[in-house]
């Protein structure tokens, strides 16, 4: 089992920054990716950005150019440092990974419990 631990969210005025923080802890055999999905009021979960286990990272377009999502493998950490932001961007963001706890296991997708990120006009 993996358990993933956000934190970072808060207010933050239009044009602002915020830097998101999710920590991975339990057994896993390895990681594959990590990353940020985010779910708005009303609207479906969608992804931010996802960091795989090679070196590419794959972003929303709404928000490229914007956000920058890294990952620290040895540590097992996944960021996502938010500039310009916009209210649009006002949701819970949620880390994501997919893993496998063991050997020749199947991989399975975690979920972070969430962090709301409020951005004012």
């Known amino acids: 089992q993996v358990q993933l631990v956000e934190s970072g969210g808060g207010l933050v005025q239009a044009g602002g920054s915020l830097r998101l923080s999710c920590a991975a802890s339990?057994?896993?055999?390895?990681?594959?990716?990590m990353g940020w999905y985010r779910q708005a009021p009303g609207k479906q979960r969608e992804l931010v950005a996802v960091?795989?286990?090679?070196?590419?990272?794959n972003y929303a377009d709404s928000v490229k150019g914007r956000f920058t999502a890294s990952r620290d493998n040895a540590e097992r950490m996944v960021y996502l440092q938010m500039s310009s932001l916009k209210p649009e961007d006002t949701a819970v963001y949620y880390c994501?990974?997919?893993?496998?706890?063991?050997?020749?296991?199947?991989?399975?997708?975690?979920w972070g419990q969430g962090t709301q990120v409020t951005v004012s006009s």
């Open positions: 339990g057994v896993a055999f390895s990681i594959n990716s």
């Open positions: 960091v795989t286990s090679g070196t590419s990272t």
């Open positions: 994501y990974a997919n893993a496998r706890i063991r050997p020749l296991a199947t991989t399975t997708d975690y």
